[in-house]
């Protein structure tokens, strides 16, 4: 389990990175879930735009400085929020499509696809939490800040 540890950072940076590009070259499905919630259009577009970027930014922050606790936990928050936002939609009776991650598709219905990138993103916060404790009472990897 300890050869593990390395690779939290690196696939959580891979996952970041794949969901972000997908956003960018097709964002449709993300606007058209938040304006079917309620935003308008131009307000849809700039918050997956920055998400889109936030996304991207944090993915390369977790490859180049893994061990960087503030990058830990900036991501940390940003994936409690999409399971908040993923949850929330699983509660609704017919919720639009998430439109993240390619999901789309993988279930009959948009419920599920939801519920299953909530808890997806729910583990990956309890590795990502795991992974936090492991740099923090590690003294060689404590020691600095950054690589």
């Avoid at 940003?78 to 509660?91: A, H, I």
């Amino acid at each position: 389990m300890a050869k593990l540890i390395p690779l939290v950072p690196l696939l959580t940076g891979l996952l970041l990175a794949y969901a972000g590009f997908l956003k960018m070259v097709h964002p449709a499905d993300s606007v058209l879930s938040l304006e079917s919630l309620g935003s308008p259009r131009l307000v849809a577009e700039l918050l997956i735009g920055t998400i889109c970027a936030v996304e991207l930014y944090l993915a390369f922050c977790l490859w180049l400085h893994p061990k960087d606790r503030a990058n830990i936990m900036v991501t940390m928050c940003v994936f409690f929020l999409f399971t908040t936002y993923l949850t929330y939609l699983g509660t609704l009776a017919d919720p639009p499509s998430c439109g993240c991650m390619g999901l789309t598709g993988v279930f009959e219905s948009n419920k599920k696809n939801a519920l299953v990138g909530a808890a997806r993103n729910a583990i990956l916060l309890l590795f990502l939490h795991w992974y936090l404790q492991r740099i923090i009472s590690d003294p060689i990897q404590g020691n600095s800040h950054r690589d």
